[in-house]
């Protein structure tokens, strides 16, 4: 599968009958990984717990400025000393000065916020619901990463129920926005298997972007699963509707019976074992907001 699109690739009609062979590479399982670690030497599932001491003995100054994502601890402590913090209204310029948690801090007067930004990974078994809490007292994703950081995450985007596969969190809510805007084209490759074969006649006129529910589908590509029965599909959107993929293939008469996330936003699912999850890398996060 070509996944080299350009920016209006949403708009072009996906590659119906070639073999997903990059899709199949992609999709390597994982589930003899030990627990603890990736091949990369990641740390997945559970991250040890960290002692919150703020509240007892604040922050240095330097460092709440550093994890505001302003500059380095070392620059701010020249910024501190030529005046440019303050906090709650006062210019601070001593070296070591602690933050409480109800202090308003700003930088060049404007307001910062200290805490870390985190992204965290996870591949997403089966029956979970993508919510923060549910009042019927069904599973949510969020027990599954409720040891991941002390920062309040959010999954971005949504896996139904019986949906698996990967889901991003994130405490940057701009990074997050930005991620879920089908203007930005972000990649989301599913493997779907249905309950029958899919026609070749019905895979071009997927590829073909159908209208669902009275709205276009944008379908950037679409192929069988190599080396699979041909009830086995690959497909790439960036539409970010509910159920959309259940509902493409609902609309020719398939009922899908497996469908897993594979790929979002050029992330992958190697060496990350279902119900596990990952920290991004640096890199990564630095791939994802260069690609907005």
């Known amino acids: 599968m070509n996944t080299n699109k350009n920016s209006s690739r949403g708009r072009q009609k996906g590659k119906s009958g070639q073999s997903f062979s990059k899709f199949k590479a992609s999709q390597k399982k994982s589930s003899q990984k030990p627990a603890g670690a990736s091949k990369s030497g990641e740390t997945t599932k559970k991250a040890p717990q960290k002692t919150n001491t703020t509240a007892t003995s604040g922050i240095r100054l330097n460092k709440y400025i550093a994890n505001a994502g302003i500059c380095s601890r070392r620059d701010a402590d020249l910024y501190i000393e030529t005046g440019s913090a303050t906090v709650n209204g006062k210019v601070v310029t001593e070296m070591g000065y602690k933050v409480q948690p109800n202090d308003e801090v700003r930088f060049d007067n404007v307001l910062i916020n200290p805490e870390t930004k985190r992204y965290v990974l996870l591949?997403?078994?089966?029956?979970?619901?993508?919510?923060?809490?549910?009042?019927?007292?069904?599973?949510?994703?969020?027990?599954?990463?409720?040891?991941?950081?002390?920062?309040?995450?959010?999954?971005?985007?949504?896996?139904?129920?019986?949906?698996?596969?990967?889901?991003?969190?994130?405490?940057?809510?701009?990074?997050?926005?930005?991620?879920?805007?089908?203007?930005?084209?972000?990649?989301?490759?599913?493997?779907?298997?249905?309950?029958h074969k899919v026609s070749l006649k019905h895979l071009q006129?997927?590829?073909?972007?159908?209208?669902?529910?009275?709205?276009?589908?944008?379908?950037?590509?679409?192929?069988?699963?190599?080396?699979?029965?041909?009830?086995e599909v690959g497909i790439e959107i960036h539409s970010g509707r509910n159920r959309i993929v259940r509902k493409i293939f609902a609309h020719f008469g398939y009922k899908v019976v497996k469908l897993d996330r594979v790929v979002f936003a050029d992330l992958t699912k190697k060496d990350l074992p279902r119900g596990h999850y990952r920290y991004l890398t640096a890199q990564e996060v630095i791939n994802l907001k260069n690609g907005l």
């Open 123 to 195: 591949n997403k078994p089966k029956n979970y619901i993508t919510t923060m809490d549910d009042e019927r007292g069904r599973k949510t994703v969020m027990d599954l990463v409720a040891s991941a950081c002390k920062e309040r995450i959010y999954p971005v985007g949504r896996l139904d129920r019986d949906t698996t596969g990967l889901l991003l969190f994130t405490n940057d809510g701009e990074l997050a926005k930005q991620l879920t805007h089908p203007k930005h084209n972000k990649r989301k490759l599913y493997h779907a298997t249905l309950d």
């Open 205 to 231: 006129e997927i590829a073909a972007s159908p209208e669902i529910e009275g709205k276009k589908v944008w379908v950037d590509d679409v192929a069988y699963v190599q080396g699979q029965s041909k009830n």
